[in-house]
């Protein structure tokens, strides 16, 4: 099983999620393997028969995220949201202030495509990455289009900006994502556990507000060499310690499974 839809399928157990939203559905291959009661998938250009997908609560829009939107289509409110669109900083995060929108206290977000896998993959487009990458005396001929864009500078709008909300980042070779959550499910999960020492979240969390203001006022400057210096931003965390974490937060929702 694909790695991302092992991830998504295992936080939806969790928070027993029943709507979900994904921004950047193209092949539908996570999509198509999900079953929630309400799915909307979101892609300006679907690579499959849409007819074949569409029904018992599954609901493609062929258009942009921000067209989706701006039409206001979809629910209310989602519980689990995929964001795998267009790999820019500026898109991702415009999707990702949208779909905030959209969440409530028990909602998950995870973002793809926030770490690069070198230099050539963390540029702006995927044309100026495959040239850079050409043009490298040591490439060596793999993963010529490997391509992540620059989606890792939203991690310093998160830091900064959203303080309600909680984010820990995947690591490993199979897949590199940002789980967000909202702060005030901490606070009710130490409401349960009164009698227990509190010793979550289980990561370190990168608390250096300064330092990431100073680089807003020159946003082009957190590029790969910045990123790969300053990892400490993406607050790494297991897959499995994380979903172990969920397990505490989420404890009210599996009753409810």
């Known amino acids: 099983m694909d790695w991302s839809i092992r991830r998504l399928k295992l936080i939806q157990q969790i928070i027993n999620a029943k709507r979900y939203l994904e921004i950047g559905v193209q092949a539908g291959t996570t999509f198509r393997s999900l079953k929630l009661d309400h799915m909307d998938g979101v892609d300006p250009r679907f690579l499959f028969d849409v007819n ?37 900083y500026d898109q991702t995060y ?43 005396a040591n490439f060596d001929g793999k993963n010529l289009r490997a391509w992540h864009g620059d989606v890792f500078r939203l991690l310093v709008f998160l ?37 227990e020492p509190w010793t979550h979240p289980p990561f370190s969390v990168f608390d250096r507000p300064q330092l990431l203001l100073k680089k ?10 910045w990123i790969m210096k300053h990892k400490k931003l993406y607050n790494f965390c297991s897959e499995s310690i994380l979903l ?9 929702a599996q009753s409810r499974n």
């Not at 303080?163 to 005030?184: F, H, K, M, N």
């Not at 807003?216 to 060499?225: E, R, T």
Request: hydrophobic share 40%; charged share 25%; glycine share 6%.
């Open 52 to 88: 074949q997908v569409v029904g018992e609560g599954r609901h493609l829009h062929e258009m942009t995220s921000d067209q989706f939107f701006l039409k206001n289509l979809g629910v209310e409110k989602y519980d689990l949201v995929f964001i795998d669109g267009l790999h820019t």
């Open 94 to 136: 415009r999707d990702f202030c949208n779909v905030s929108l959209r969440l409530h206290s028990r909602s998950v977000v995870v973002v793809d495509d926030v770490l690069p896998c070198d230099q050539h993959s963390a540029l702006r487009t995927q044309d100026e990455c495959i040239a850079s990458r050409t043009a490298d």
């Open 159 to 195: 830091n900064l900006f959203h303080t309600s909300l909680c984010y820990a980042t995947v690591p490993g070779d199979e897949g590199v994502q940002t789980v967000i959550w909202s702060r005030a499910l901490e606070v009710e999960a130490r409401m349960r556990q009164q009698q």
């Open 216 to 225: 807003m006022w020159n946003l082009k400057s957190v590029d790969y060499g």
């Open 244 to 252: 172990d974490y969920f397990n505490v937060l989420f404890a009210d």
